[in-house]
């Protein structure tokens, strides 16, 4: 079976001019071995090949490391919903372990995998929930993330009770279609579109940065 390189991390982390240490590094092999060995049985992702893990996973996840940083720089807790095969995630758990990482999914054999690959990357920082996202009742996130989850106009109202007054929304999405971006009340959010550029694969990433018009979160 091909395997991931710790030399094939560490230059995707350089592509992407994220700072990182070695333990880091090897995290995110860790992370890219147990996906590919639990999806054998729990079929987690339709991506087999590690090669295309890497770049179309694992890759395409960290871009969202610095965009945290960039839209967030203040924030301390973070909770991904659908987080599913543990994308984008667990590689921010790992490259960010000054945030409190919290995931959410409804399939229990996907967070059963969530808890694993936590404690096989070793993530101090990192929680998951077994439940819908709209019954959750926690203290409020600085920023919740998504990617290839739901529409933005779900996503937003499914976890609008878990997001901080002055939080962020970051959704990752492919191609973006004129009916989802206009699925949200632009009286309500303020909302910015950033493309992606995701090491060694030519795909269409944007980053969907959605925060609460002033108006509205006084309310």
Same mark, same amino acid.
């Given at each position: 079976?091909?395997?991931?390189?710790?030399?094939?991390?560490?230059?995707? *982390?350089?592509? *992407?001019?994220?700072?990182?240490?070695?333990?880091?590094?090897?995290?995110?092999?860790? @992370?890219? &071995?147990? %996906?590919?060995?639990?999806?054998? /049985?729990?079929? %987690?992702?339709?991506?087999?090949?590690?090669?295309?893990? %890497?770049?179309?996973?694992?890759?395409?996840?960290?871009?969202?490391? #610095?965009?945290?940083?960039? @839209?967030?720089?203040?924030?301390?807790?973070?909770?991904?919903?659908?987080?599913?095969?543990?994308?984008?995630?667990? #590689?921010?758990?790992?490259?960010?372990?000054?945030?409190?990482?919290?995931?959410?999914?409804?399939?229990?054999?996907?967070?059963?995998?969530?808890?694993?690959?936590?404690?096989?990357?070793?993530?101090?920082? @990192?929680?998951?929930?077994?439940?819908?996202? &709209?019954?959750?009742?926690?203290?409020? @996130?600085?920023?919740?993330?998504?990617?290839?989850?739901?529409?933005?106009?779900?996503?937003?109202?499914?976890?609008?009770?878990?997001?901080?007054?002055?939080?962020?929304? %970051?959704?990752?999405?492919?191609?973006? /279609?004129?009916? &989802?971006?206009?699925? *949200?009340?632009?009286?309500?959010?303020?909302?910015? /579109?950033?493309?992606?550029?995701?090491?060694?694969?030519?795909?269409?990433?944007?980053?969907?940065?959605?925060?609460?018009?002033?108006?509205?979160? &006084?309310?």
């Amino acid at each position: 079976m091909e395997k991931i390189t710790l030399e094939a991390v560490e230059a995707c *982390l350089k592509s *992407l001019e994220i700072t990182y240490e070695l333990s880091q590094a090897q995290a995110l092999v860790t @992370f890219c &071995e147990t %996906l590919l060995k639990w999806n054998a /049985t729990y079929n %987690l992702t339709t991506i087999t090949d590690a090669s295309s893990v %890497l770049t179309l996973h694992v890759a395409d996840s960290l871009t969202l490391v #610095p965009k945290v940083k960039e @839209f967030a720089s203040a924030a301390k807790r973070v909770l991904d919903v659908g987080s599913g095969g543990g994308l984008p995630v667990v #590689p921010l758990a790992v490259m960010r372990p000054d945030l409190s990482v919290s995931a959410v999914d409804t399939v229990k054999k996907k967070a059963v995998f969530l808890r694993q690959a936590g404690v096989m990357c070793r993530l101090r920082n @990192f929680t998951v929930y077994n439940d819908r996202v &709209e019954k959750l009742s926690l203290s409020p @996130f600085d920023v919740i993330t998504s990617r290839a989850f739901a529409s933005l106009k779900d996503m937003t109202s499914w976890t609008e009770h878990l997001l901080a007054e002055n939080g962020v929304w %970051l959704a990752m999405k492919g191609k973006l /279609t004129e009916d &989802e971006m206009a699925g *949200l009340d632009r009286q309500k959010y303020d909302v910015t /579109t950033v493309p992606l550029s995701v090491p060694g694969a030519e795909v269409e990433r944007h980053l969907v940065v959605i925060r609460r018009r002033e108006s509205c979160s &006084e309310e």
